[in-house]
């Protein structure tokens, strides 16, 4: 039986007057992606911190391996490799003093450099981090992901910057991962990233949780909330989603043309 | 710490040490500029007595007004500017996402300062013997204590500029517009008693002037004791800089 990686409680949390996370619950299995949906400001990047250590909960628990992130942060980051929505360096460091850098955080840290051949990076292992460009920064990011041999990933934005080539062998490689029963919690907005990679998948509109099941069971539930003259013909993961996710105002012509 | 992680530890503070050179600023405010100043100064005024007949001569008194512009360096500029800029780059926060956490890194970071400052300070004294013939006659433990304690007070007030700067540019600023000034008033690049009056009395307003007349006298020879006022406003300036700064960080988000 698949241990339980993470679990998270009834989580809430609170900046101020907003609340950005509101009853929370979730579980990710090892050798699962679990993927965390939603519009932009729905608080999964908030969940995910909580997850993270990151951020303590107003109320709610979350054990990561039967830990709190937030008190056992130390021993936690030994196990879980992370890559943040956004993250910078330091400017002038080069991308192989940052990997050496990182390596030395691990007691058995990845082979950084065979990391930085599969990421398409080793031509850029002298240039300065300031001087890659966006996805090449992200490749690197989501290298540093993998330096301690996690057996829980946390990518949030994985493929964000990629192009399509890049992002399928992304895919790829974490489908690797994971068959080798790393857990994998992935925030994305590219419902067919999720559709490609998650097992299951956790829908939250703001800060509340309206689902968590299997892809199988999030089409089912999301089918149900749309009016039948509305549903897709294809029913793809992204057309079913863009149905239910609440409605952005469109820029309009109006004041530009 | 193990031998592991004094390992890891050195490694980081090799990487910063690097960045810095990089980042030019700090390696040249506090290794060329102040030797730049002692060459300047003293190829006007030589080694000359300070006053006729006077026993203080010109260089034995400017070195440690230079050594203080060199602990402003690493104190007031160099290690808030990197405080600040990581923390709103959110790099510290990448950091606290692995198993060392962002309190390695900053430790790195103050561990670099110091020893730029440490650096800088060897540099001036050796370059004033070997130009100038620098005379020093005070005995090494007060010059120590003297130093470890100015050090602290200058990273005292850049740790505070970090903490109560809600931005980069603001910490920027207040660590430009604090360190430029103390560092002509102060008596650090021209000395004190050269000045008129009035700028005298404000000079006496400014942290920096106390570490100045600190490591002057105790330089020429005065003990300790014969600096209590300046030991008294430097050890204030820690406990109150560092303990409103570390208020204003736990009472503010700065993940």
Redesign the interface.
């Known amino acids: 039986m698949s241990q339980i990686i993470v679990q998270a409680e009834h989580l809430h949390l609170s900046y101020k007057n907003v609340r950005a996370v509101q009853d929370v619950s979730f579980s990710l299995k090892e050798g699962e992606v679990l993927a965390v949906v939603g519009a932009n400001g729905s608080g999964k990047t908030s969940t995910i911190e909580c997850v993270?250590g990151?951020?303590k909960p107003d109320s709610g628990s979350v054990q990561v391996f039967g830990q709190d992130p937030w008190s056992h942060?130390?021993e936690v980051?030994?196990k879980i490799g992370?890559q943040?929505q956004?993250?910078?360096?330091?400017a002038?460091?080069r991308v192989e003093?940052l990997c050496?850098?990182?390596a030395?955080?691990?007691?058995r840290p990845a082979d950084w450099e065979g990391l930085l051949s599969q990421m398409d990076l080793e031509e850029k292992r002298k240039r300065t981090v300031s001087k890659l460009s966006g996805g090449e920064k992200q490749r690197l990011s989501v290298l540093?992901a993998l330096m301690?041999r996690p057996r829980l990933l946390i990518l949030d934005e994985l493929t964000t910057g990629l192009d399509p080539e890049v992002r399928q062998n992304m895919w790829e490689t974490f489908r690797a991962i994971r068959d080798n029963g790393v857990a994998i919690l992935l925030v994305s907005h590219y419902l067919d990233e999720v559709e490609a990679l998650a097992d299951r998948m956790l829908y939250l509109e703001q800060g509340k949780q309206l689902f968590f099941g299997s892809q199988a069971e999030f089409r089912k539930w999301a089918k149900a909330r749309i009016a039948p003259e509305d549903l897709p013909g294809d029913c793809s993961l992204e057309k079913l989603y863009l149905q239910i996710v609440p409605k952005t105002t469109g820029i309009t012509m109006e004041g530009i043309l | 710490m193990n031998t592991m992680d004094m390992k890891r530890f050195l490694f980081t503070c090799k990487i910063e040490f690097v960045l810095m050179v990089r980042n030019f600023f700090g390696f040249f405010f506090g290794l060329i500029f102040p030797l730049m100043m002692l060459v300047l100064f003293g190829s006007i005024f030589g080694n000359q007595p300070f006053s006729p007949g006077s026993d203080l001569r010109m260089m034995d008194l400017s070195i440690p007004g230079y050594a203080v512009m060199v602990m402003g360096v690493a104190g007031l500029m160099s290690f808030p500017l990197t405080l600040a800029e990581c923390k709103e780059k959110k790099i510290y926060k990448r950091f606290d996402a692995t198993p060392v956490g962002k309190a390695h890194i900053i430790l790195a970071q103050i561990t670099v300062n110091l020893l730029l400052t440490v650096l800088g300070i060897a540099i001036l004294l050796a370059a004033g013997k070997l130009l100038y013939q620098l005379q020093i006659q005070g005995d090494i433990l007060s010059i120590a204590v003297s130093a470890l304690l100015s050090i602290a007070a200058m990273f005292a007030m850049g740790f505070l500029f970090t903490a109560v700067g809600k931005d980069a540019k603001l910490t920027h600023l207040l660590c430009y517009l604090f360190y430029f000034v103390m560092l002509f008033l102060s008596g650090a690049t021209v000395p004190a008693m050269l000045f008129p009056e009035q700028i005298r009395k404000l000079s006496q307003l400014l942290p920096m002037t106390h570490a100045v007349d600190l490591m002057q006298g105790v330089f020429v020879g005065n003990s300790l004791s014969m600096h209590g006022k300046e030991l008294l406003i430097l050890g204030g300036i820690c406990l109150v800089f560092y303990g409103v700064g570390a208020l204003c960080y736990t009472k503010r988000d700065w993940t």
């Open positions: 993270e990151l951020r942060r130390r980051y030994r992370i943040l956004e993250t910078e360096y330091p002038k460091i003093e050496r850098l990182y030395g955080f691990y007691e540093l301690g």
